[in-house]
């Protein structure tokens, strides 16, 4: 048994794809609003891909980054994690078609899927194999193309949603004091009917009439979501801060999944973080599912508002419904 060690973070690469969807464009489309999306959700714009383009396209350009950033070949890694809902295809897994094109040729890796979660529940996956001492670089992938399962006609998820890719590389800390320090995650299964896409999978598989019933493309009850998101991401955010005794004051970043400003701000306020401290940059991306938080993390990082040292909390809750929060001592 190898002595457990922690995981940092090392690097960080991410990619949005260049075209900006307004509000204005998409209340061309559907019966909305600039005021009323703004006010509902934060969101002023978010990006969207050609049609066409998969998830593994955006992965390649934020892993690019990564690895110039740390200036490291792809064969030195040795774990891939993609956490994503949009995978390219059902099977082979997106780790597989990314392992491929990079030519990462010492490397394993798997697909999670835990939606909104899913990029802090593969950065805790992914650390576990950094503290038991199996592997030294494990890369978290973050990838979503929403577009691709939105329905057009719906107001309601149209607006929401957004496309792009966020990657971080975990190695082994040489401090105990730097890199992830704890995480806690939940499922509570029963919540999995407010937000869904029902169609293709094995209960439902592909046909004329799931299609026509619109079974591909994400279903939500938006105020059950909401609901649950506010109270689940205060409870596990102030839970785990006192049980490291700590308060919202000692916390230097705040970095939650990018859902609706509104979830932020509420936790925020009730778990008593400092505003300045909590990173929001969903009025520019959207929710991009899996992505949200390493494009968050990648802003804080360009806005200086997160320096090695730091404290950071980030918390998610996603279908399923899933889950979670990650504290962390920033460590570059
Ligand atoms: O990341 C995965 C987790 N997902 C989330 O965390 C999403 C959580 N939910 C939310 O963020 C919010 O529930 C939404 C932003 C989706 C919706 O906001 P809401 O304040 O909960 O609105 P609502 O669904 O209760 O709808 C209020 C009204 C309805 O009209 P009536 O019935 O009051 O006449 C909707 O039809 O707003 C209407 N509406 C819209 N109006 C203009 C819904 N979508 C739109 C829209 N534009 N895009």
């Given at each position: 048994m190898s002595i457990r060690r922690r995981a940092k973070i090392t690097a960080l690469g991410r990619y949005v794809p260049p075209r900006v969807v307004s509000n204005h464009e998409l209340a061309e489309m559907v019966d909305t609003s600039h005021q009323w999306i703004v006010e509902r959700t934060g969101i002023?714009?978010?990006?969207?891909?050609e049609k066409g383009t998969p998830a593994s396209e955006l992965a390649l350009k934020a892993i690019d980054q990564l690895l110039k950033q740390r200036g490291i070949e792809a064969d030195e890694i040795e774990l891939i994690i993609v956490a994503t809902v949009t995978p390219d295809m059902f099977f082979p897994s997106t780790a597989c078609?990314?392992?491929?094109?990079?030519?990462?040729?010492r490397a394993w890796g798997f697909d999670i899927s835990a939606a909104c979660s899913s990029f802090i529940y593969a950065l805790t996956t992914g650390a576990q194999f950094i503290e038991s001492g199996h592997h030294d670089k494990v890369l978290i992938v973050g990838t979503d193309?929403?577009?691709?399962i939105l329905n057009p006609d719906d107001r309601a998820t149209l607006i929401l949603f957004g496309d792009g890719a966020g990657a971080v590389l975990l190695e082994p800390s040489e401090d105990d004091e730097y890199g992830i320090l704890d995480y806690y995650h939940e499922i509570d299964g029963s919540g999995g009917e407010h937000l869904n896409m029902p169609g293709g999978g094995s209960l439902h598989p592909s046909t004329h009439e799931t299609v026509e019933k619109k079974m591909h493309y994400v279903h939500q009850h938006g105020p059950a979501v909401f609901k649950f998101a506010v109270?689940?991401?205060?409870?596990?955010?102030?839970?785990?801060l006192e049980k490291h005794d700590l308060t919202g004051a000692d916390i230097g970043a705040f970095i939650a999944h990018q859902a609706n400003m509104r979830i932020i701000d509420a936790t925020a306020e009730k778990v008593g973080l400092i505003p300045e401290k909590v990173i929001k940059n969903i009025?520019?991306?959207g929710n991009t599912t899996a992505a949200t938080?390493?494009?968050a993390i990648g802003d804080a990082i360009d806005d200086g508002?997160?320096?090695?040292?730091?404290?950071v909390l980030f918390a998610a809750v996603g279908a399923g419904?899933?889950?979670g929060v990650v504290l962390a001592r920033w460590a570059y």
């Open positions: 002023h714009e978010r990006r969207w891909v078609v990314i392992q491929d094109k990079i030519r990462a040729t193309v929403m577009t691709s109270r689940k991401m205060e409870e596990l955010s102030r839970n785990m009025h520019k991306y938080i390493p494009l508002k997160l320096k090695k040292g730091d404290l419904f899933t889950s």
